[in-house]
Every structure is written in C-alpha cells, then in structure tokens.
C-alpha cells in the first residue's frame, strides 16, 4: 500500500520561536463555522509539517495568498500577538484592481465589522465603525481591448497596499470604497470582470497576496522582514500584462 505524501506549505522561515508560511489561496487558517466543508487548514498542515503545536499570530482571509505567520509557544505568541493589536506589524499587500488607480493615496475610511449569520450569530449586531486607515501606491497599469461592461477597453492596475489597521477585509473593503475592487474577489467586486479573468486568463481567485511582513522578534526583539513570493496564477497573469519587473521587486 502506498502512502499518500503528506501535505506541506512553503516555509519562509522557522527558528524556535516563530514559523513564517506561504499560504495558498483557497486555504483556511482554522477550522471555522463560515465553511463548515473544508477539511484543511493552514493550522493543522504546518503543525504537521514542524511536529509541534502552532499558534496563528494574525488572520489571511481564505482567498488571500501570502505571508502568515504562527508562534510555537502560547507566551510567544501573546507577546507577538500585542504588535499585531497595537498596529505596529507592517504589512504590504499586491492586488490587481479594476479601473486605473490614483498613482498613490491614503484611505481613512472606518468599517463596521462585517458578521457572518453563522459564526458570529451571538456576537453584538451594533458595535460602531472602527476607523481603519490603507496607504496604496499604484505600480502598474494595463488596457485590454475587450469591453467587458459598457467600454470598448477594461483598464486595471497593480497596486500596492499597506494597511495601517486591522479590520477584517479591510485592504478589499476600501479599495471597493475609492471604486478600485480587487479581481477575483467574490463579495466586494464585480462578478463580470471576475468570471473574465477566471475564463480568460486561468486567474479564478482573489487576486490580492500579502507579500511582506515586518515586525520585532517577539523574543529577540530584532527587526525581521519575512517576504512571500506570488503564486503560478498571478506571476503568469503578470507575465501577459507586462508586469514581469513587478514579480520580484
């Protein structure tokens, strides 16, 4: 009988203390009501894979790809765990969006938490707004001669977007708010441009990857970069618009 080969991420980094992943899109962190399906984690796949407990340190939606990273002890991760509450985790995301972007800006626009009718059934409905600030900058641009809504051409661009808060789905909810949504995604862009891509150009996921990560070792306290190269889909996608100087910049 042959064994299956058991499933394994891309590992950015590991010492003692931390271990640093490459999430696929389409995998959850943890086990969640939302999805009540799925059957693999993130969670559940790295513990495997370093054989010891690990501890999420922050949240990736399911469709975002990119850096995630776990402590290896409960006590490291309540110390990491106060950078990511006090903000002080610098985070820069890739994303295509629909439209041509302003060449840069910064979003202050607060979000009230969007609740899912399942998991959060219990959780108070009428919390306020949290204010919640992204700075973008616009790195690349493309025309495609295809009217897809009511132009001849569709314009997208490549932005890059660092969160200065942490607001759930907060990068996707404010590049909808200034009318740029990311591709691909589901719930706050644009189904036409989404089914395109995915038919098109093999790209049916969010286009949004989460490709550096800085903060202080929660141990150490030394300054620590960790850096999440992009997957098949989108270095192909950028391959066909001419982003190729993007994919390792």
């Known amino acids: 009988m042959i064994e299956e ?7 950015l980094y590991q010492d003692e203390y931390l271990v640093a992943v490459n999430k696929p899109s389409g995998l959850l962190v943890h086990r969640s009501m939302i999805d009540r399906n799925e059957t693999r984690f993130a969670l559940q796949i790295v513990r495997n894979q370093v054989g010891q407990h690990v501890f999420p340190l922050h949240r990736l939606d399911k469709p975002t790809s990119g850096v995630l990273l776990f402590g290896l002890s409960s006590d490291v991760a309540r110390i990491a765990g106060k950078q990511f509450e006090e903000n002080t985790v610098k985070k820069s995301y890739l994303a295509v969006v629909r439209g041509y972007a302003p060449e840069s800006g ?29 700075e973008f900058k616009r790195l690349a641009i ?13 314009r997208y661009s490549l932005v890059e977007v660092r969160p200065k808060t942490g607001r ?20 706050h862009g644009k189904g036409v441009h989404n089914r395109y891509f995915a038919e098109h150009f093999d790209a ?26 992009l ?6 996608l950028f391959g066909r618009f001419g982003w190729q100087d993007q994919i390792d910049s």
Not at 122 to 134: F, I, L, V
Not at 142 to 154: D, F, T, W
Not at 231 to 236: F, H, L, R
Request: glycine letters at 2%; hydrophobic letters at 35%; proline letters at 7%.
């Open 5 to 11: 080969e058991a499933e394994t991420l891309e590992i």
């Open 106 to 134: 910064f979003i202050d626009h607060a979000l009230k938490e969007e609740l899912d009718k399942i998991a959060d059934k219990k959780a108070r409905q009428d919390k306020p707004a949290q204010e919640a600030q992204s």
């Open 142 to 154: 493309v025309e495609l001669p295809i009217a897809i809504e009511r132009y001849p051409q569709s």
């Open 168 to 187: 759930k789905h907060q990068v996707r909810r404010h590049m909808k708010h200034i009318a740029h949504p990311i591709i691909g995604d589901a719930k």
């Open 204 to 229: 049916g996921r969010l286009l949004l990857h989460c490709q550096s990560m800085s903060l202080e070792h929660p141990v150490t306290g030394e300054p620590m970069t960790f850096t999440a190269p």
């Open 231 to 236: 997957d098949e889909v989108m270095v192909n």
